[in-house]
């Protein structure tokens, strides 16, 4: 197929994708085996509390990373406040605005201020200068986000932490199955955490997991995730309920099993778009470290509007008219969204390089739930939006306009 510019719907052609093709459609695994599982589950009526499939589903993730403990919870986001409190943080605690929202609420939730570090352009992850600018007298720790399974600068927020006497930790939600110089991703600071909700790489329906090398803090973590019982009417700590549940340990069990699959589709994808969509003008694609395990989960475009004609929020209504629903993660960022944005209003004149990526990000439909010929199209509607960008700025300026008129 071959997308002509009349053809595009942003000019009056009917969308190309007829139904919605979604960033983060969840990848399904062997559906007799899943089943099989939720038979074994109804017939031993075990549904939580340590199950049998949680069990197996935390051995495994150990052993596949390489670590010591690993604890199944109910999501990513109880799993970092359950981790961030028994880390024994308090105060400030440094975060990368350029994350999700639950990284920076996982701490305000429990009055820990999120104090926003800028991000390195290249890896869109934690910039170890801007972490050292940040640091007060009541900086307790640092939390690195592994952003698109992309491995921070490990080695010198490592080093900043230990010159400085901070706790550090790694908010690994997109990171499951990635490596950093060779070794696993789960392996770094105090503890690392991952997301097993349904958009992501591994999932489990919801849930998430904390692992660690730390004996200490994986029985306190432990504790924390089933309200302190260290027994039968045993209640030795303050705790909460973060379990995860067998129907998700299932989920997660089965998911794992064809985690290599996966793989290999999002990499096919991957490599067909940086194909198709290379040397267009002020389009670059995010880059993965082909020497390193990686799971290819997102396929991330920056788009410099002046070089490509279409700024990125223009290509992006360019292609929702087509029904393909490119997301702009992690728009505005965290310090421009509320509560932060009152607490901080002038967070942003530190970060420079945040406000500047946000701008330009644009996420791509990848995984099993679409196909080669879907991500053809999909570029096909990206070359040809560009190639005919000042017609298209004209249509969307003159909507702006209409807009405008319709509400004065
Ligand atoms: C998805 C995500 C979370 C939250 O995970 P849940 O399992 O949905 O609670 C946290 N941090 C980042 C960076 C994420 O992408």
């Known amino acids: 197929m071959k997308v002509q510019s009349h053809d595009l719907a942003i000019l009056g052609g009917s969308p190309v994708f007829p139904e919605s093709l979604h960033v983060g459609r969840p990848n399904v695994g062997d559906r007799a085996r899943l089943l099989e599982r939720f038979n074994d589950m109804l017939d031993r009526r075990w549904f939580s509390n340590n199950g049998p499939f949680v069990q197996e589903l935390e051995q495994r993730i150990a052993a596949m990373v390489g670590v010591k403990h ?42 820990i201020t999120p104090v926003f570090g800028d991000i390195d352009p290249v890896t869109h992850t934690l910039d170890p200068k801007s972490v050292e600018e940040m640091i007060t007298p009541r900086t307790s720790g640092i939390i690195g986000v592994h952003v698109w399974g992309q491995p921070c600068r490990i080695e010198a927020l490592q080093e900043i932490a230990r010159r400085r006497g901070l706790a550090l930790m790694f908010d690994a939600a997109h990171a499951f199955g990635c490596s950093y110089h060779g070794q696993m991703i789960g392996n770094f600071g105090s503890a690392e955490v991952f997301s097993f909700h349904a958009t992501k790489f591994l999932n489990s329906f919801e849930g998430g997991a904390v692992v660690t090398n730390d004996d200490e803090l994986a029985s306190q973590i432990r504790l924390m995730t089933n309200f ?25 069990l089965t998911s794992l099993e064809s985690l290599d699959d996966v793989v290999a589709v999002n990499r096919r994808h ?72 009152s607490y901080f209003p002038h967070a942003g004149l530190m970060l420079p390089e945040t406000n500047r990526l946000s701008s330009r990000v644009l996420i791509l439909p990848t995984g099993t739930a679409v196909d080669a010929a879907d991500i053809s199209t999909v570029c096909q509607v990206i070359q040809t939006a560009l190639a005919h960008a000042p017609e298209v700025q004209d249509v969307l300026l003159r909507r702006v306009m209409q807009d405008q008129e319709a509400a004065d």
């Open 70 to 111: 690993c604890i199944a919870m109910c999501n990513a986001t109880v799993a970092l406040e359950i981790t961030i409190r028994a880390l024994g943080l308090t105060g400030e605690v440094i975060v990368p605005s350029f994350t999700f929202i639950a990284t920076a609420h996982a701490l305000q939730w429990q009055q």
């Open 228 to 252: 302190g019982f260290a027994g039968y009417d045993n209640v030795i700590y303050i705790g909460t309920n973060g379990k995860m549940n067998e129907a998700a340990a299932a989920m997660g």
């Open 270 to 341: 991957y490599a067909q778009y940086a194909r198709e969509l290379n040397g267009l003008p002020g389009v670059t694609m995010f880059s993965y470290d082909e020497r390193e395990r990686c799971n290819y989960q997102y396929v991330v475009l920056e788009i410099d509007g002046t070089q490509a004609g279409l700024s990125r929020d223009q290509l992006m209504e360019v292609l929702w008219a087509e029904n393909i629903l490119a997301r702009r993660y992690f728009y505005p960022g965290c310090h421009r969204m509320e509560p932060y944005r």
